[in-house]
């Protein structure tokens, strides 16, 4: 059984707003445009929903609905901005994370209970660190699978901590208006309604078949989630023919030289991990996260794919000071290789010296696999 926990931003884009314009605090506010364009509402506050106004709807009719609302165009950079910086955080801590829209992500709290204690209790501190760190509400699912957390993160907003222990999805459920299953609108809301089917429990109880005859796949695919069943399985995007290290930095750096000393580290272990795959690699980028959250990465490919240390450094430290140049603290770096081909046994082929030089990485490489990183540093300029 897995722990999969859903999070998903309340009212994103206006709490986004409302950093930007504290003012907005406490007032119906609807991002979407001009009241009287043709847009349709992407995000409404709370304060705005008591007025029966909702996302998708025409911004015509939200302006009939609450003239007095304010209206935003939105900052859709500011969103992804924080958006990365919210997903940043849980990657920080989980293996696993699947983002799922620009305000909404999975991840997969199996086996972390060592770490961050019960799952509960973690969504309450994650909850908490995100607003103090953000100002920004989340609420949280958590289930055994991915369908019913999501409907947990939706049971209880803002704010809201759902915890579905596991064997008890059907029972959560149960009692859940059948229009609580994503999926579940326009098109199939009035068909399941006029067979009488009013929660979700009406639809696990039915027969499998009979969905499956009125809605097609579809219907064996809501009965199924009814059961409590569903996918377990994140899907992260995981470029495999890559290796890379990054370092988060507990306070902000600014100088170019201990910046440059962690690449040196970060090279050091590319560099390891790639000849213990028995790999090379054509392609260094380095990624640079600026203590605002703005993220840039630069890339240059080799001439010839390489795993050593030295070259993976120098291309690094290049791309670095090119990229470099705002005068703002450092949060991470990492380096990224790709391009990845098997090393070939084919050394003869090399000069004298490159032959050599492999010779000497492969004894380095067993020495770190026996002693750790630390054991030994391979010189490059500068360093040592
Ligand atoms: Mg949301």
Redesign the pocket.
Known sequence: MKTIFHL?????FVSVERILDPSLEGKPVIVGGDPNGRGVVAACSYEARKYGIHSAMPVKNAYRLCPKALFLHGHYKEYVRYSNAVKFLLEEKFQLVQQA?V??FYFDFTGCEKIYGKPEEFAKKLQDEIQHKFSLPCSIGISSNKGVSKIATDFKKPRGITFVPHGKEKEFLAPLAVERIPGVGKKTFPILRARGFKTIGDIANASPDYLAAVLGKFGTDIWNRAKGFGNDILSVEHDRKSISKETTFNQDIVGKTEIENHLFELAAKVAQLLRNENFQASTVSIKLRYSDFSTITRAKTLHEPTDDDKIIFETAAKLFHNAYSRRVGVRLIGIHLSNLSHSSEQEVLFEDEDIIRKRMLNAVTKIRDKFGDKAIHIGAEGKN
């Open positions: 998903d931003m309340d009212a994103f829209s305000d909404e």
